[in-house]
């Protein structure tokens, strides 16, 4: 059964990890079928054997997933092996790091961009969650700083995958949203104006970002795929609402 996504980056370096796929579940209709979103409206069952079953391919425990209430801010929260998978998941934040091997880090998404961070030689990892308010509010360096903080790393030294999101052809935004976004790099055409609304590019934001961080272009993946115009393998809240599942990015450390 193959229901993730890799980064080739990130399997060169040896992490497991992965960014799961819409299929390979046991949700039903509208959350079929491997949806990983607990608070949805989704049966309590069927999203833990979804879990149980990501687990599994990716390679890690299902019990020692780590994820955080997400509230597109800039929250960085570092797990240590000591604490409770449930607690830390009733805590509000987008970012989460760790150095303790064996742990899973998640971040949920349904359009926002998922990035996944290591540091190879001391097997450090972060988990972001990327939306554009996110983005705006710089989670993805306060994630970088608080990963080389903890592993006392070089920038360059990381290694970054951008998971599938909404794309420019069907992000579409207003023009406030569009100029913060604009605000929020150096990227040149970071905004589409050759339809009726701006459309922005999420992923040349956040690559931006790591650039200025120092992470070389050479370590940076961006693992294709646009959420909301393949419904066939995710889920996207801007095309189907309070109907969409959730995928999950996660990553392991060591």
């Known amino acids: 059964m193959h229901c993730v996504l890799r980064s080739d980056l990130l399997s060169g370096a040896g992490f497991a990890h992965g960014f799961s796929l819409r299929g390979g579940g046991v949700s039903r209709p509208p959350f079929d079928s491997l949806n990983l979103g607990r608070s949805v409206g989704d049966d309590p069952a069927s999203v833990a054997e979804n879990h149980l079953r990501l687990a599994r391919q990716v390679g890690y425990a299902a019990e020692r997933l780590f994820e955080l209430s997400q509230v597109h801010g800039r929250q960085v929260r570092r797990v240590g092996a000591h604490e409770l998978p449930e ?24 359009d926002c961009l998922p990035l996944l961070l290591a540091d190879p030689e001391t097997r450090a990892v972060a988990a972001v969650h990327a939306g554009w308010r996110g983005t705006v509010a710089n989670v993805v360096p306060a994630a970088v700083h608080a990963l ?35 605000a929020a790099s150096d990227a040149p055409c970071v905004v589409r104006r050759d339809q009726l609304r701006p459309h922005v590019d999420l992923a040349a934001v ?40 959730r995928h999950l990015g996660v990553i392991v450390a060591g």
């Open 87 to 110: 607690q830390v998941q009733r805590e509000e934040g987008d970012a989460l790091c760790t150095s303790e091997r064996g742990l899973a880090l998640g971040v949920r998404a349904a």
């Open 148 to 182: 080389t903080a903890l592993a006392s790393a070089p920038a360059h030294r990381l290694v970054a995958a951008l998971f599938p999101h909404i794309r420019a052809c069907c992000f579409e935004v207003g023009d406030e949203v569009a100029a913060q976004l604009m």
């Open 206 to 245: 956040v690559r931006a970002q790591l650039l200025a961080l120092g992470i070389s272009a050479t370590h940076i993946d961006d693992v294709a795929g646009c959420t909301r115009c393949e419904p066939e393998r995710f889920f996207s809240f801007r095309r189907d609402g309070q109907a969409s599942g």
